[in-house]
């Protein structure tokens, strides 16, 4: 029996490729659109803070249908990885990244936290969920037949995450506006960050980027400073467990 029924397979792939892409631009859609099919809720392309908080269940209702839909598949997928059935380099792959996906969206992002709370630079006590999440990692990642990359064990996995949660939150909150070439803005500032390529920054350059320099220009008073303060909170710090 197949590890993954078509359906499944276009979902986790979903899934997988929104883990990487830069989640202030709008080609993130398409990947929401294949994970949740007709589930998806059409809206805005532009991600930005809206101005109030009753408007905020409008721009995460996509994100909290995803996060349902990857904990619904890593659920059966685990079975499955107890079964055997998870032999396959890809599978393994997809497996991975559906889990990852599911841990971040229950332990770390914005919406999680109250509009008071995303306002705060030390809104999240990432102690506390340091346990409950690697006990999640252990039940899901280590397992007999899945093989993980040197890379990947947990604190690396909670660093980046953490460092994912702090940078969308400094970023979304506090660079608003939503016009195009604000989320023009604020993907760039994210991309100064993790640079272009998410799952070599993962592997390895997370490393040396603070040496490089972010160069921000601008005319006076259009928030030069907000973008210097986003990039400089965000950056990589390998959690002390």
Known sequence: MAFLSRAERRQAEAIAHIGYCNPFLPERLQWERQ???????????????????????????????????????????????MDGRCTREEDQRLYRETILFSLYGKYFSLVNLSPGQRQSAESRQYDSCWEPFLKDYRWFLSVDGVELPEYFDAVHCFSIFRQLDRAFQHIFVFVIGGSMPMARLRATIWESIFTHDMGRYIRGVYKTIGEITTLITGPSGTGKELVARAIGLSRYQKFNS
């Open 35 to 81: 994970a949740l099919g007709d589930r998806f809720q059409e809206g805005a392309a532009v991600i930005s803070l809206p101005s109030t908080a009753a408007d905020e269940t409008v721009v995460f209702r996509n994100f909290l249908l995803l996060r349902e839909r990857a904990q619904e598949l890593a659920d059966k997928m685990r079975v499955r990885v």
